[in-house]
């Protein structure tokens, strides 16, 4: 991780009443922001609910699993966490969030770390997690896994589906017909909504009635719901390796 980089007239500013209680205070809160915004892309102070939860996701079992597939100091694990936080906020339907933390990341960081947010928020975790515990299972040395799974990061928005409302289940069914004959070894299909859902669910059974993934891949789902009861769909695709 770079080191963190500070302008150091605003350090020597904060210094000067370092020996005050409330000057400790002030500076060690400075300093923590100033900290947290270099490795997320977004200061803590104007999101310390979204912070303390962070901290909270990184002692999660599924999160855990995951640092034992990769390196256990990659650099994508921060933003790993901060996408499953952006994914239960906009559960509870806070777009504004959301929106405001996505495009901080973007302007600080870069499309990569925005790749690897997106991965957490539309809940594709379990099903990446899912197919490097496979690799693990195969004996695959962590080395691999990790470069796996940074192909995964730099591949994202190719490997994925995203259906929306506006889509229709033709369209949807030749969209997943052209992952299966691309052949990736991983492979999403992400809906949101009630018409998203349905165009997503119809095309797939149709493509799974038609055999068009037999032998090929392995399939699938993992719905939740959000904060209104809308129901979201991630539906994973592991190749069947011959």
Same mark, same amino acid.
């Given at each position: ?37 270099? #490795? ?21 079992? $599924?999160?855990?699993? +995951? ?19 952006? %994914?239960?906020? %906009? ?48 004996? =695959?040395?962590? *080395? ?5 799974? *940074?192909?995964? !990061? *730099? #591949?994202? #928005?190719?490997?994925? @589906?995203? @259906? ?15 992952? @299966?004959?691309?052949?990736?070894? +991983? ?14 669910? =119809?095309?797939?059974?149709? $493509? ?24 979201? =769909? ?5 190749? !069947?390796?011959?």
């Amino acid at each position: 991780m770079p080191e963190l980089e500070l302008d150091v007239n605003k350090v020597l500013a904060h210094f000067i009443d370092i020996k005050s209680k409330d000057g400790k205070a002030n500076f060690l809160k400075w300093w923590n922001d100033n900290k947290f915004k270099k #490795e997320f892309g977004f200061p803590a102070s104007e999101f310390r609910i979204i912070a303390i939860e962070i901290g909270k996701i990184g002692k999660r079992v $599924l999160f855990k699993q +995951l640092k034992d597939c990769i390196d256990k100091n990659h650099w994508s694990l921060n933003f790993i966490k901060v996408g499953i936080c952006i %994914s239960e906020l %906009s559960d509870k339907g806070e777009r504004d969030k959301v929106t405001s933390i996505r495009n901080r990341i973007y302007k600080n960081k870069g499309w990569k770390e925005l790749n690897i947010v997106n991965m957490g928020s539309t809940g594709a975790i379990k099903g990446i997690l899912n197919y490097l515990t496979n690799l693990r299972l195969k004996e =695959y040395s962590q *080395e691999s896994i990790t470069k796996e799974f *940074e192909r995964i !990061i *730099e #591949e994202w #928005e190719k490997i994925t @589906v995203f @259906v929306s409302n506006e889509s229709n289940k033709d369209e949807v069914k030749l969209r997943v017909k052209e992952k @299966v004959v691309a052949n990736p070894p +991983l492979f999403f299909v992400f809906s949101y909504g009630s018409e998203a859902n349905h165009h997503a669910y =119809y095309a797939i059974a149709e $493509l799974n009635i038609e055999q068009i993934f037999q032998s090929k891949y392995i399939w699938d789902t993992w719905p939740r719901f959000d904060s209104v009861g809308t129901k979201i =769909y991630m539906w994973t695709f592991d190749a !069947i390796k011959a």
